[in-house]
């Protein structure tokens, strides 16, 4: 990362970097950013769905193989969990659906 960027267009920077070297089905921003409510502090927090077996070790990669400045938090979810979870009220994957913004435009 040459210049200075805002915490938005790193995370367009971020999401170009992961279609680089993914095949995913969405990436998803939730969080403060997704609500426009960031801070001077705010973290990235974003929802990647994709295939894997393995969300831990695939969330390690992912988080090495990125150039970023700002704290970024990622949560996967694989596309039969988030068709499962997304609908559900009581589960972490709705209040991402609810208040996201999916940056491919999914929804």
Do not use: H
């Not at 999401?15 to 969405?26: C, G, R």
């Not at 990436?27 to 894997?52: E, H, M, V, Y």
């Amino acid at each position: 990362m040459q210049k200075k960027m805002t915490i938005y267009e790193e995370v367009e920077y971020l999401k170009e970097q992961i279609l680089q070297k993914y095949s995913v089905y969405d990436i998803i921003l939730f969080g403060s950013l997704a609500k426009k409510a960031a801070r001077k502090n705010s973290d990235i927090d974003l929802c990647i769905i994709i295939d894997t077996d393995n969300k831990r070790e695939l969330v390690q990669k992912i988080l090495l193989e990125l150039d970023y400045t700002s704290d970024v938090d990622i949560i996967i979810y694989t596309p039969e969990e988030w068709q499962r979870l997304k609908d559900d009220k009581a589960t972490f994957a709705n209040l991402i659906y609810r208040t996201g913004v999916s940056l491919l435009g999914r929804f």
